[in-house]
């Protein structure tokens, strides 16, 4: 079975310190996962693809095929980082998104 | 329009009626999703198009859910006799090919008393 794990449903940190966002998946076919972000008061928007390998906002994402996982890492946190976070997995051929529960971060000032 | 736009924004109905949601996509954007969003939960999966033919519609519910989109560009989501547990945010999407990244609509927020 398709399944997107995010095993925080709160996480808290202060700004400038490191934050990590964790996200398992389970899909037996090749994975292509994404990073969706909803600030407060906004619609769900892309935050990054890891088939992208890029780097948005000073967040990055690296897809671990071996621990089935696809972490969300930032080094420094800022307050605007506070928002809704969500993974999601596309379900190859139909082309459907399987999303996580979300994590709700906060940075604290 | 510069996004997907959905409405109404805000939905209020009585148990046992019927309601329509409307989806207006990117313009030019072929696919066109939808998903349900139920408090704490992430979006699930409800329909997909290609065009105007239904792709995928393994995510409906139960058959008082239906999708239609008759031109390729707008579509509705309609439920007959609604029931409390439809309360939810109700989301649309769209990708110009049907691979990759989905622009989400703001989401119709649905309330059944």
């Known amino acids: 079975a398709q399944r997107v794990t995010q095993p925080e449903k709160l996480l808290s940190v202060f700004k400038g310190a490191p934050v990590e966002l964790k996200c398992n998946y389970s899909?037996?076919?090749?994975?292509?996962l994404f990073w969706y972000v909803q600030y407060s008061r906004q619609r769900l928007q892309l935050l990054l693809r890891?088939?992208s390998r890029e780097s948005i906002k000073g967040f990055t994402a690296d897809l671990n095929k071996g621990e089935t996982s696809f972490h969300l890492k930032k080094p420094f946190a800022q307050e605007e980082d506070s928002a809704m976070y969500y993974c999601?997995?596309?379900?190859?051929?139909?082309?459907?998104?399987?999303f996580g529960q979300g994590t709700r971060l906060t940075i604290n000032p | 329009g510069a996004g997907v736009s959905q409405t109404p924004s805000n939905k209020v109905t009585e148990k046992g009626k019927y309601v329509e949601l409307r989806c207006d996509p990117i313009?030019?954007?072929?696919?066109l999703y939808w998903y349900r969003q139920s408090l704490g939960q992430g979006p699930e999966f409800l329909i997909y198009?290609?065009?105007?033919?239904?792709?995928?519609d393994s995510g409906l519910p139960n058959d008082r859910f239906f999708a239609v989109r008759p031109e390729g560009s707008v579509s509705t989501l309609k439920i007959q006799r609604t029931e409390r547990g439809d309360s939810a945010v109700y989301l649309c999407?769209?990708?110009?090919?049907?691979?990759?990244?989905?622009?989400f609509g703001a989401g119709t927020r649905l309330s059944v008393l």
């Open positions: 999407a769209s990708s110009s090919t049907g691979v990759g990244r989905q622009y």
């Open positions: 899909y037996s076919g090749s994975p292509e």
């Open positions: 890891h088939i």
């Open positions: 999601a997995l596309l379900i190859q051929g139909a082309q459907k998104l399987v």
């Open positions: 313009s030019g954007h072929t696919a």
């Open positions: 198009f290609q065009g105007t033919g239904a792709a995928d």
